[in-house]
C-alpha cells in the first residue's frame, strides 16, 4: 500500500498532522511527536551530554509535557548545560516520564539538550 509507506516516511519527519487519502486525518500529540524526534535523533547520534541532579517537584502538566522541578545549580560535564538554582519548567521527552510524579515530590532526574532545550528523559521519587 503506498498511503501507508508514504504516511510512516510523513511521520518519520516529524510531520504533527498528517492527511493521508482515504484515512483522513492521523494527528500526533505534542508529546508522540517529541518521541519521535527524539527517536530520529538517537539514530543519528546526535545526542548533548547529559546531566543528573535533584529537585522538587512544583507542578506536573501532562497536556503539555512539561514538569516544573525546583533545583539546585547544575552542568554537563561538556559545559553544553549550566543553569543556576532556580525553578524552570522542563518538556519532557515521552509521557512516560510524568508516570507516578507530582507536584511535592522529590525527585532524582536526568536531562540533556534536545532539539535545543534542555529535555527531561528521566525521573525517579527519592527519600530526602
Not at 62 to 79: F, Q, R
Not at 87 to 111: C, I, P, Q, Y
Amino acid at each position: 500500500m503506498m498511503w501507508t509507506s508514504k504516511l510512516k516516511f510523513a511521520l518519520s519527519l516529524g510531520a504533527g498532522l498528517v492527511i493521508a487519502p482515504g484515512l483522513g486525518v492521523a494527528a500526533m500529540t505534542s508529546i508522540e511527536w517529541l518521541s519521535r524526534m527524539e527517536q530520529i535523533e538517537l539514530s543519528r547520534g546526535s545526542m548533548a551530554d547529559h546531566v543528573h541532579a535533584e529537585g522538587t517537584v512544583r507542578a506536573v502538566d501532562p497536556g503539555s509535557g512539561t514538569v516544573t522541578i525546583l533545583h539546585p545549580e547544575i552542568g554537563s560535564a561538556d559545559k553544553s548545560i549550566w543553569m543556576p538554582s532556580m525553578t524552570m519548567v522542563f518538556h519532557v521527552s515521552r509521557s512516560e516520564v510524568l508516570r507516578g510524579v507530582k507536584a511535592g515530590d522529590n525527585v532524582r532526574f536526568e536531562a540533556t539538550r534536545r532539539r535545543g532545550a534542555v529535555m527531561v528523559t528521566h525521573i525517579t521519587k527519592i527519600d530526602r
